[in-house]
């Protein structure tokens, strides 16, 4: 049995998923958690240069961002792995909700814990040593990511391909507003009144996650099972995702855009995880609060970039308007490595990623919805979605890590141009023709 589609009272609880899932990325993966490492495990001139960040974890060192980099990087190959599998049993099961709610839970309370991270200097000059405290970071990006993979599969379940582009643009705003609003009251609570100290911010970043998720679940419904069979439910989860793979490799429209989708999403993706770290490192003078302003701009132009990419996709359609936007992606990585060394320079980087950031990310997922058949296994067919993010999130931030440890965080940007060109060549050799059909 099909989902209604274009139930106002569905798409309503979908898109306020976003709300409750957004604080995941600012608060623990952009803002609040990245300072707060990058505070606890360096030392700075008084310039502000970083001179010393140097860590140590089960007995080997690291600079700082290098190792965050890599448990980041083991999250999401985890994820990578088994998605795939959940997501062809949840799809037989009709446990697509339900495999959405697990991995929401555990993203919020593995957040909850990040209260407790600490990093200590026993002796001055020696790594900062980081013991299992940074755990909880590693099962809270598993739980983030893993929950997307069933809950973007419920958009062409929910919506006609017509509105693809405005329910996924309105998800990515009410994303980019409600995380927004929580961070600004994380500020207020922390930095100007001081009534809690900035570790609260992990377990509010849990609260909110949890209360408005009920909301959307209790409007989400529920899928139907097409396999009977619980014993071959495992078996039929494994059947599923090898038959989505042989349906892909027929379809050169949808092959082709998983291998565009693949590089340029991967630069993204780092850019957003290591964008505070290459601040805090690289730009002379940069103060705490100028970088959550910053965050901040980049959050609310998003809200405009989500839909004005989705007015260009209407009007020169998909493809033409993801060109459009790595283009802009190549640009400003190059700026940045060539002209980025002083707060004002950043903050122009900064409102130039906020509109572009929600537009790629939205479109990217809308187009996908679109160039997919119609089938019961539509979570298996995320899985793939999610399979080619997370591998390149994987290769991207690896990538990233290594060049700074042989090299330096300045450098690793030139690898993120090389991520967009990529992209862009893969999806300008789409069938035009195709493209043109399947992105209006």
């Not at 310039?47 to 860590?55: C, F, L, N, Q, V």
């Not at 919020?108 to 407790?116: D, K, P, T, V």
């Not at 903050?347 to 990623?353: F, G, L, N, R, T």
């Amino acid at each position: 049995m099909m989902l209604e589609k274009g139930n106002k009272r569905t798409i309503t609880g979908w898109v306020f998923y976003d709300w409750a899932n957004s604080v995941y990325p600012l608060i623990i993966s952009s803002a609040i958690f990245p300072i707060l490492y990058e505070t606890q495990t360096s030392i700075k001139n008084e310039a502000g240069r970083t001179i010393y960040d140097t860590i140590s974890f089960l007995g080997r060192e690291f600079h700082n961002t290098e190792f965050y980099a890599y448990v980041i990087c083991l999250s999401y190959i985890v994820v990578a792995l088994i998605s795939p599998l959940l997501s062809g049993i949840a799809d037989a099961g009709g446990k697509r909700k339900l495999f959405m709610q697990f991995f929401c839970y555990l993203g919020a309370f593995s957040s909850a814990l990040l209260y407790f991270f600490h990093a200590d200097q026993q002796v001055a000059g020696t790594p900062f040593v980081i013991g299992w405290s940074i755990v909880p970071l590693f099962f809270g990006s598993i739980g983030f990511w893993g929950s997307l993979v069933y809950y973007n599969a419920y958009l062409p379940d929910i919506a006609e391909p017509k509105d693809h582009d405005k329910v996924s643009a309105r998800g990515f705003s009410m994303g980019y507003l409600g995380s927004s609003t929580l961070l600004i009251i994380v500020l207020i609570l922390t930095v100007f009144t001081k009534v809690i100290s900035i570790q609260w911010a992990f377990p509010l970043v849990s609260l909110w996650w949890i209360s408005f998720a009920t909301f959307s679940f209790s409007r989400l419904p529920k899928t139907t099972a097409f396999q009977t069979d619980k014993k071959n439910l495992i078996s039929s989860g494994y059947k599923e995702v090898f038959g989505v793979w042989k349906q892909i490799r027929q379809n050169k429209t949808l092959k082709g855009y998983l291998g565009s989708f693949f590089m340029f999403n991967m630069a993204v993706q780092t850019i957003m995880v290591m964008a505070v770290a290459f601040a805090n490192k690289e730009v002379i003078g940069i103060k705490q609060t100028d970088l959550i302003l910053c965050i901040l701009i980049i959050q609310f132009i998003g809200i405009l970039g989500a839909y004005l990419m989705s007015k260009v996709s209407k009007l020169t359609g998909n493809f033409k308007a993801l060109g459009i936007a790595i283009v802009i992606w190549i640009l400003l990585c190059l700026y940045v490595y060539q002209f980025v060394w002083y707060p004002w320079q950043f903050y122009i980087a900064a409102a130039i990623v906020g509109l572009v950031m929600g537009g790629i990310q939205s479109l990217a997922r809308s187009t996908y919805s679109k160039l997919l058949p119609e089938t019961k296994d539509l979570t298996s067919y995320f899985s793939f979605y999610d399979l080619a993010e997370k591998i390149g999130l994987a290769i991207g931030t690896l990538t990233f890590g290594l060049i700074e440890g042989f090299l330096d965080i300045r450098t690793s940007i030139l690898a993120l141009v090389v991520f967009f060109v990529l992209g862009l060549l893969l999806l300008i050799r789409i069938p035009q023709q195709q493209a043109h059909e399947t992105s209006n």
